[in-house]
C-alpha cells in the first residue's frame, strides 16, 4: 500500500471505529501547541501516521484493508491470530480467500456500500480460517481515501463474536431440549415463586392444574 494510502486508512479507520481515540489524538496534539506557546518551548514533534500505526498493530481486533479489486493490502497482527494467516501469506491475494463462497453476496454488498460513501457498521458474518474452520465475527467498513478524496480501497475491522454466538446456539438447543420434553420441568426464583412451568409434551393441552407466574410454588 503507498504510503499516502496507509496514512488515509489507519485515519479512516480510527474515524469511523475509533471516533473516541481520534479525538483524543488531537485533543492531545492541541495541547502540545498550546503548552508550546505558554512555555515558549519547542513543539513535541509526533510522527502521528506511525502512531496510529502502532496502535493498529497492538489492537485486539482483525484490521484489514483491501484496494478496489478486493486484493489484500495490509494485515495486522489481531487479523493473524483470528484468520491464522501471517500477513506474508496473504497481502496482495484475494480477500475471497477468507470467505465462504455463500457469503460472496454479501461481501459484494459490502463493498458495494463502502464504495457509495455508506459504510458498514457491525455486520454479523462468517469468515474461513486457514485451517478451514469458520469463525462468526463482526465486520465495520469504510472507505480508503486518496488525498483527492477518491475511494481508493476499503478498511476493516473484524472482531471475533464466536463465544457470543456459541453461547446463543447453546441456550437455543436447550429451549428446544426443554421445550420438547416428556416429563414436567418447573422453575421458582429464592421466594419460591413459580416463574416456568412446563407440562408434559402428552399434558400440554391440559391446562386446569397449570399454576399462574408468580404462584407460591412448594
Known amino acids: 500500500m503507498p504510503a499516502s494510502h496507509a496514512v488515509c486508512f489507519i485515519t479512516g479507520v480510527f474515524e469511523v471505529a475509533n471516533a473516541q481515540l481520534s479525538r483524543w489524538l488531537r485533543w492531545q496534539q492541541k495541547c502540545f501547541l498550546e503548552i508550546a506557546g505558554i512555555t515558549g518551548l519547542p513543539e513535541p514533534r509526533i510522527d502521528l501516521p506511525a502512531l496510529f500505526r502502532a496502535i493498529v498493530e497492538s489492537a485486539d481486533d482483525a484490521i484489514t484493508s ?21 500477513a506474508t501469506e496473504v497481502i ?27 459504510g458498514v457498521q457491525h455486520f454479523e458474518t462468517v469468515r474461513i480460517r486457514k485451517n478451514g474452520s469458520q469463525v462468526d465475527v463482526a465486520i465495520t467498513a469504510s472507505a480508503v481515501r486518496d488525498d483527492s478524496g477518491s475511494v481508493v480501497g476499503v478498511s476493516k475491522i473484524a472482531r471475533d463474536i464466536s463465544l457470543r454466538k456459541d453461547s446463543e446456539r447453546n441456550g437455543a438447543r436447550l429451549a428446544a431440549i426443554v421445550e420438547s420434553s416428556d ?16 407440562p408434559p409434551r402428552s399434558e400440554c393441552s391440559a391446562t386446569r392444574n397449570v399454576r399462574p407466574w408468580g404462584s407460591r410454588f412448594a
Open 92 to 118: 496482495g491475494k484475494s480477500n475471497r480467500m477468507i470467505i465462504p463462497t455463500d457469503r460472496y453476496a454479501e461481501e459484494d454488498e459490502i463493498v458495494r456500500r463502502v464504495r457509495g460513501g455508506e
Open 66 to 86: 483491501t484496494d478496489l479489486r478486493e486484493t489484500i493490502t495490509s494485515w495486522n497482527r489481531a487479523a493473524e491470530r483470528l484468520y491464522g494467516y501471517s
Open 183 to 198: 416429563d414436567a420441568i418447573v422453575g421458582k426464583d429464592l421466594n419460591a415463586s413459580l416463574r416456568r412451568g412446563i
